[in-house]
């Protein structure tokens, strides 16, 4: 099944990068269509659903499966836009649209830097960018036609994903 005829609302993904402007977007994005933004770097320290620290790569392991659970529930009800930089370990039955925001690498190298990234995690994330990892990822896990890379360059590129997505949800109907 591809898409839950049970929700009144859609559920979005937006993925991508870390520094591409998922976090940026969603909040812009819940503002206006008031749909609820769940980052889930956040929920995973919040309630724990991480197997520890990696060290090398300075971040948690993520629990696919406790995430998983614990948003079971509030997807199926819809009107969520989860926010998060991998998108393959989802049920591609949640969401309606996913949204991959893509930025040019120098950039991106320079948000990186600005955010304190350094040595391996920051070319991890460069070069994760020059390859599209996260549009391919998206494009193997969901039907292509709800994929939709955005550009997320400049602050006019916010405001035109933005206008561009709000449209999409205010037309958005369940299907019967
Ligand atoms: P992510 O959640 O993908 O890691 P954030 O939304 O936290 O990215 O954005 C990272 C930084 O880059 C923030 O300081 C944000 O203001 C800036 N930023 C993100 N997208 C854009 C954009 N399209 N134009 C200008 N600045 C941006
Ligand atoms: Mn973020």
Known sequence: MVQDSKRSRPNILVTGTPGTGKTTTSTALAESTQLRHIN????????????????????????????????????EQGGNIVDYHGCDFFPERWFDRVVVLQTENSVLYDRLTKRGYTGAK????????????????????????IVLA?????????????????????NWQPRS
Not at 52 to 69: F, M, P
């Open 150 to 170: 955005l550009k997320s360059d400049t602050i006019e590129d916010i405001t035109r994903n933005i206008a561009i997505l709000t449209d999409w949800v205010r």
């Open 122 to 145: 920051l070319t991890n994330n460069i070069e994760c960018e020059i390859f599209q990892v996260l549009l391919e990822e998206a494009k193997e896990s969901y039907p292509e036609d």
């Open 40 to 75: 889930i770097g956040e929920l995973v320290r919040e309630k724990n659903l991480h197997d520890g620290w990696d060290d090398e790569l300075e971040c948690h392991v993520i629990n696919e499966d406790l995430v998983c659970d614990e948003l079971e529930d509030i997807m």
